[in-house]
């Protein structure tokens, strides 16, 4: 089993940046994918990126070169540096690990609210 805690969210002005942490305990050896989801009000959620166990990285179009995924292993974080934030980019983000028997663990969220 895993634990997911997200932080770093906020109010930040178009145009500006801030940068989410995810905190795994537990089960951390056997996470093979963690990523950055996001729901905006009466949205579903999306993938907005993610890392694999060998650092290979993917992102949504809509983040692309705005966003960065990393992880620090001797921290157990991932991180999701966002920069040039938009409006739409509003929504709670939500931290996800699938390990590698398949199973998924989220994190409880945390809320970004970027103004115009």
């Known amino acids: 089993q895993v634990q997911l805690v997200e932080s770093g969210g906020g109010l930040v002005q178009a145009g500006g940046s801030l940068r989410l942490s995810c905190a795994a305990s537990g089960s951390i050896f056997s996470i093979n994918v963690v990523g950055w989801h996001r729901q905006a009000p009466g949205k579903q959620r999306e993938l907005v990126a993610r890392i694999t166990r060998t650092g290979r990285t993917n992102y949504v179009d809509s983040v692309k070169g705005r966003f960065t995924i990393s992880r620090d292993n001797a921290k157990n974080t991932v991180y999701l540096q966002m920069n040039s934030l938009k409006p739409e980019d509003t929504a709670v983000y939500y931290c996800?690990?699938?390990?590698?028997?398949?199973?998924?663990?989220w994190g409880q969220g945390t809320q970004v609210t970027v103004s115009s």
């Open positions: 996800n690990a699938i390990m590698d028997w398949g199973n998924e663990y």
